[in-house]
């Protein structure tokens, strides 16, 4: 299987910065001039306009995103911007935290991965740790009970 996202043949990491600030400043922002730059770059290339942008303007790309979008639009904008493992990371927090769990979306991760991909779940523990400064398995034992976070605490270990 091989992605959708290819980079952009002609790149320059500064300009595509400067597009970004650009379509954050000054009266409303330029949704069309975001998605314009941030789909056509691939992960690696997002990941050079995000140093690009902090080198020229001193400010976190994906915190002025923050700040200038909302709703899924944000979700979206500031998954592109982290690592798959980061985003896997990011749900599964958000899936236990709070009222209730959503447990759709931790069977999704926890448990549809293929034999190669299963050391896909230690970096997705290792940034649970970095972001949260608590074990992923620590999280689930919190917010699970039963036969359910049994089954979940064995797939972590």
């Given at each position: 299987m ?5 980079p952009a043949e ?10 970004m600030?650009?379509a954050?400043t000054g009266f409303g922002?330029?949704?069309?001039a ?5 789909v ?6 997002r990941?050079?306009?995000?140093t ?7 400010k976190?790309l994906?915190?002025d995103?923050?700040?200038e979008?909302?709703g899924?639009f944000?979700d979206?904008c500031?998954?592109?911007l982290?690592s798959?493992r980061e985003t896997d ?6 899936a ?11 069977v999704e ?5 293929t034999?190669e991909e299963l050391d896909?779940?230690e970096?997705?523990k ?5 972001l949260?400064?608590k ?11 039963g ?6 605490l064995?797939?972590?270990?």
């Amino acid at each position: 299987m091989t992605g959708t996202v290819f980079p952009a043949e002609e790149f320059d990491a500064e300009a595509a910065a400067a597009g970004m600030r650009d379509a954050m400043t000054g009266f409303g922002t330029s949704e069309e001039a975001i998605i314009s730059i941030l789909v056509n770059h691939s992960f690696e290339q997002r990941k050079e306009i995000a140093t690009a942008f902090k080198t020229a303007y001193g400010k976190d790309l994906i915190e002025d995103l923050k700040d200038e979008l909302g709703g899924n639009f944000e979700d979206v904008c500031v998954m592109m911007l982290a690592s798959p493992r980061e985003t896997d990371a990011r749900e599964l927090n958000k899936a236990i935290s709070g009222a209730g769990t959503d447990e759709t979306v931790l069977v999704e991760i926890m448990t549809s991965r293929t034999n190669e991909e299963l050391d896909d779940l230690e970096e997705i523990k290792e940034e649970y740790q970095n972001l949260y400064e608590k074990s992923l398995a620590e999280a689930v034992a919190d917010e699970c009970s039963g036969d359910y976070k049994r089954m979940l605490l064995s797939i972590i270990k």
